[in-house]
Every structure is written in C-alpha cells, then in structure tokens.
Nanobody, 126 residues
Framework: QVQLVESGGGLVQPGGSLRLSCAAS????????IGWFRQAPGKEREGVSC????????YYADSVKGRFTISRDNAKNTVYLQMNSLKPEDTAVYYC???????????????????WGQGTQVTVSS
C-alpha cells in the first residue's frame, strides 16, 4: 500500500526558510517520480517541483526557481523540499505525490500523479 506523509510545515516570517519532508512507505521511492504541489485558499492546486525516478532530474515552477530545492534520500525513503526566501504568496497547503514512471520522467501537472499525501500547511506571514 503506497503511503506518503508530509511534515515540516509551519508559520515562518517572509524571507525565512522551511524544509518539508515527504516520507514514503509501501514502495521504494527511488522508482517513482515525486512531485510537490501546493494549494492556496480559493486557488487551483499548482505544481511546485518534481524529482524524477532513478536519475534525479529536477523540475521547478518559475515562481520558485532559485528559492526552492528538491532532493531525495533513498536510504530514508524520503523526499525533501527546501524552501528559502519565502514570500507571503508561498502560503498554501503543500502536498507530495508519487507516480511510477520512466527514468527521467517528471511533471508539474497534478493530473499525472496517482498517490497523494494528506498535506502540510505552510504560512508565510509577519
């Protein structure tokens, strides 16, 4: 049974940092592309970042390039999203999602992912 659990959200001031974790169980994370998505109140879910299976190719939304970094620790079966220089517009519920795929495949389209975590709230406010 595929299970994803996000953690690391919280309240942070503008310009601050957070690191989100996505812990996987029931499958070997290295064989899956893992995406981070977010959804703010009244807005559609949007893709933030993705790391592909096996070769570790990474993808970022333009709005987070240079500020967010996605990485994977296969030994811990966990994917991380390091978020720096946070802005109020980054406030949202952040979800991780998994999809088995071809090596090097990645996507920022939530329709491409079949397994989802429950989400973690990130609030950027002074």
């Amino acid at each position: 049974q595929v299970q994803l659990v996000e953690s690391g959200g919280g309240l942070v001031q503008p310009g601050g940092s957070l690191r989100l974790s996505c812990a996987a169980s029931g499958f070997t994370l290295d064989y899956y592309a893992i995406g981070w998505f977010r959804q703010a109140p009244g807005k559609e879910r949007e893709g933030v970042s993705c790391i592909s299976s096996s070769d570790g190719s990474t993808y970022y939304a333009d709005s987070v390039k240079g500020r967010f970094t996605i990485s994977r620790d296969n030994a811990k079966n966990t994917v991380y999203l390091q978020m720096n220089s946070l802005k109020p517009e980054d406030t949202a519920v952040y979800y991780c999602a998994a999809e088995g795929g071809i090596t090097g495949w990645g996507s920022l389209d939530y329709d491409d992912f079949g397994s989802w975590g429950q989400g973690t709230q990130v609030t950027v406010s002074s």
